[in-house]
């Protein structure tokens, strides 16, 4: 039986939308202000991180009989992200790690070598996610949470939709003004 976990709609759509607002003015404060960096060189790379952005957050956790994976899309280069795999019987242990902001992540140990698998967080269904983990290990995962609840996602949203809004308005603002 596989299961796939795909990174959840609100989180990747917040932060996707965040790059948009903070990116968007960019190329028309550059016309205004007359940089030396021309418009289009940053409206192509910010395209460019744009699309990095997306495959960035386009990663799936794949859980099947033989373990559990984190893919990217085949288009995605792996010399940014590369993707790992990992056999239920190789899973040693489930170890938290306190963040610098002082949350809690939490890796995946390995019998078969030093190396340390970050656990996704950002999922939908999550808990179920950590519920199969914990049928296939025998690892207990009762204190197992996410790093961030949905609740923060929304406030980021809500306060990046008045950054758009503000974006909007230096962008018609940059127009208005160039074209006086």
């Known amino acids: 039986m596989t299961d796939t976990f795909k990174i959840s709609p609100l989180i990747r759509i917040t932060l996707l939308l965040l790059y948009v607002a903070l990116t968007a003015p960019l190329p028309f ?3 205004f202000t007359h940089a030396a960096v021309p418009a289009s060189w ?7 991180g744009f699309i990095f952005l997306y495959g960035a957050l386009s ?3 794949i859980l099947n009989d ?3 994976r984190l893919t990217y899309p ?20 489930l170890k938290p790690r306190v963040t610098g902001q002082g949350g809690i992540v939490y890796y995946f140990v390995s019998k078969n070598s ?5 656990l996704p967080m950002r999922v939908v269904g999550f808990a179920r996610l950590v519920k199969q983990i914990e049928e296939r290990t025998g690892i207990d995962t009762q204190d197992v949470r ?5 609740w ?11 950054l758009l809004l503000m974006d909007s308005w230096t962008i018609y603002t940059a127009f208005t003004l160039n074209i006086s």
């Not at 085949?74 to 239920?88: D, I, N, T, Y």
């Open 29 to 31: 404060l550059s016309n």
């Open 42 to 48: 940053l409206t192509v790379g910010l395209a460019i």
């Open 59 to 61: 990663d799936r956790v």
């Open 66 to 68: 033989e373990g559990i």
């Open 74 to 93: 085949q288009w995605f280069p792996s010399f940014f992200r590369a993707g790992w795999s990992l056999a239920w019987q190789d899973i040693k242990a």
């Open 114 to 118: 030093d190396r340390a698998y970050l």
């Open 146 to 150: 996410p790093l961030a609840q949905p």
């Open 152 to 162: 923060m996602y929304l406030i980021l949203l809500v306060f990046t939709l008045l």
